[in-house]
């Protein structure tokens, strides 16, 4: 089993000294703290991501962390604030599939999308069923056990969610038009322009490291929606980062003002019928509808 800590600062001007919460083992020896692990900024993520690790840290049961503890608790839930039917897109979905698992009855279709290539790789491995993938089935009992849709509904539940998945494609948030559309897997796959409802956990903050690219991979991913279409959005507010397989991975130190602001300025709602924020130990999730006009 991978270490998994999280790291923050209380002062984010005065920038580098890390205050480490230790989840397992102690951390006396230097190998084992996480503070004199490598780290690995945003654009790094591209080739350092430690897939392997991130996926038994994170996502081996649905208790593993706190932070995915709120997401995987809240998110069966959020999905029914939002219109059944049309097009998905997990933006920035790294190796995980408890997006789609979890939309799978109350979609169209879904694409997926990762910026590390290794992430793609594992995407693709558990849509096609190839041997290695990871295995997501304690994640699907705890979403059937949310949804209280019975034996029949888990037994079928990730076929359901592949018959859905139509493409997994390569992203950049810090690219304008953000799906590098000449790397389409399938390559003959048809990706829309825009989206019914555009997913994006965990993934905003953590490629950036500046609040001028915070705002630009925000708007750049709200370009993707369709007006009246939905983000649903879960991050981490005032963390540098976490670390994770002997890696530590920096993110922007985001403030709720800041994450307002962002979905106000892309023609977002930010609070009405069409808005609904939970946040808790500083990790949130919403969902919001972009303006008609
Ligand atoms: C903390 S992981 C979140 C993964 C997943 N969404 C989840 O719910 O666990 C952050 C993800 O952001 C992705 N990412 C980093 N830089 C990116 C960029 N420029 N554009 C899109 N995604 C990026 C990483 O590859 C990684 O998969």
């Known amino acids: 089993m991978a270490e998994c800590v999280e790291y923050c600062n209380s002062d984010p001007v005065k920038g580098e000294t890390f205050v480490v919460k230790e989840k397992d083992g102690d951390n006396s020896d230097s190998e084992t703290d996480?503070?004199?692990?490598?780290?690995?900024?945003?654009?790094?993520?591209?080739?350092?991501?430690?897939?392997?690790?991130?996926?038994?840290?994170?996502?081996?049961?649905?208790?593993?962390?706190?932070?995915?503890?709120?997401?995987?608790?809240?998110?069966?839930n959020l999905v029914y604030r939002i219109p059944v039917g049309g097009t998905l897109f997990d933006l920035g979905a790294g190796p995980t599939v408890h997006v789609p698992l979890t939309f799978r009855d109350r979609v169209d279709s879904i694409f997926t999308s990762d910026y590390a290539p290794a992430s793609q790789l594992e995407l693709r491995r558990w849509w096609k069923k190839e041997p290695g993938h990871f295995d997501w089935s304690t994640i699907c009992d705890h979403i059937n056990s949310l949804e209280r849709s019975g034996p029949e509904a888990r037994r079928t539940m990730e076929q359901v969610t592949r018959d859905k998945i139509r493409a997994v494609l390569a992203v950049d948030v810090h690219s304008d038009s953000v799906?590098?559309?000449?790397?389409?897997?399938?390559?003959?796959?048809?990706?829309?322009?825009?989206?019914?409802?555009?997913?994006?956990?965990f993934c905003l903050e953590y490629a950036s490291e500046t609040l001028d690219q915070y705002t630009k991979a925000v708007s750049n991913a709200i370009k993707l929606l369709k007006p009246g279409g939905y983000l649903v959005q879960g991050g981490v507010m005032q963390k540098h980062g976490y670390s994770c397989g002997g890696r530590r991975y920096r993110c922007h130190y985001l403030i709720e003002s800041d994450l307002m602001q962002c979905l106000a300025a892309n023609g977002m709602e930010t609070d009405g019928d069409h808005f609904?924020?939970?946040?808790?130990?500083?990790?949130?999730?919403?969902v919001s509808r972009k303006k008609l006009q």
């Open 34 to 76: 996480p503070a004199n692990w490598p780290e690995v900024r945003a654009a790094d993520q591209f080739d350092q991501f430690n897939v392997k690790a991130y996926l038994e840290v994170f996502y081996e049961t649905p208790h593993s962390n706190d932070a995915m503890k709120i997401v995987l608790f809240f998110l069966p």
């Open 179 to 201: 799906i590098d559309r000449k790397s389409v897997f399938p390559d003959d796959a048809i990706v829309p322009d825009l989206f019914d409802i555009l997913v994006c956990i």
């Open 276 to 286: 609904r924020m939970i946040s808790h130990i500083n990790v949130f999730l919403l």
